[in-house]
T-cell receptor, first 116, second 108 residues
């Protein structure tokens, strides 16, 4: 079982460049989400999706775009990278509980992004 | 909005019990979670408790929930060097919000 797959694992960008972090899951989970992890800040939610065609903002959405055209994929786009976006990014997915709320999160291995 | 607070560091001697505390704000949360992150790895679910429970025990792990005070704790009995990690408390609503994580350091 692949679980949650993130690519790339490492990326270096220059300020102003754009890129997309890919996330795919093969567990047929409705819920998918992106977090960033910074030292002393824990995990902060960027965007999340409760199903194909539905996305919503989390705690720190500025500078990031997402789309959810299929159940399996949830890419995170940085349109114009800034040094403040240097971080480790985690994609996570979950089955939906009754009422549609997420249950246990399954995490990818993370993507380390450096913006110079 | 939702907020989850936990202390950032805890040092415990090997063999002693570790207690990691957490407070949360969303009284409508149905599940509260403890995740563990080892160095260089992603997060893995350690245990969880349903909001209508007061306590859950799973081998060396005991979770206590005080819903009135919105306080959650994780007790690790007989702490071992392999327990050295960052422990995250999290609450769910239509999304899952994490605390900043408690780094558990084991003293010999």
């Amino acid at each position: 079982n692949a679980g949650v797959t993130q690519t790339p694992k490492f990326q270096v960008l220059k300020t102003g460049q754009s890129m997309t972090l890919q996330c795919a899951q093969d567990m047929n989970h409705e819920y998918m989400s992106w977090y960033r992890q910074d030292p002393g800040m824990g995990l902060r939610l960027i965007h999340y999706s409760v199903g194909a065609g539905i996305t919503d903002q989390g705690e720190v959405p500025n500078g990031y775009n997402v789309s959810r055209s299929t159940t399996e994929d949830f890419p995170l786009r940085l349109l114009s990278a800034a040094p403040s976006q240097t971080s480790v990014y985690f994609c996570a997915s979950s089955y939906s509980l009754a009422g549609g709320w997420p249950g246990e999160l399954f995490f990818g291995e993370g993507s380390r992004l450096t913006v110079l | 909005g939702e907020d989850v607070e936990q202390s950032l560091f805890l040092s415990v001697r090997e063999g002693d019990s570790s207690v990691i505390n957490c407070t949360y704000t969303d009284s409508s949360s149905t599940y509260l979670y403890w995740y563990k992150q080892e160095p260089g790895a992603g997060l893995q679910l350690l245990t969880y408790i349903f909001s209508n429970m007061d306590m859950k025990q799973d081998q060396r792990l005991t979770v206590l929930l005080n819903k009135k005070d919105k306080h959650l704790s994780l007790r690790i009995a007989d702490t071992q060097t392999g327990d050295s990690a960052i422990y995250f408390c999290a609450e769910n609503s239509d999304k899952i919000i994490f605390g900043k994580g408690t780094r558990l350091h084991i003293l010999p």
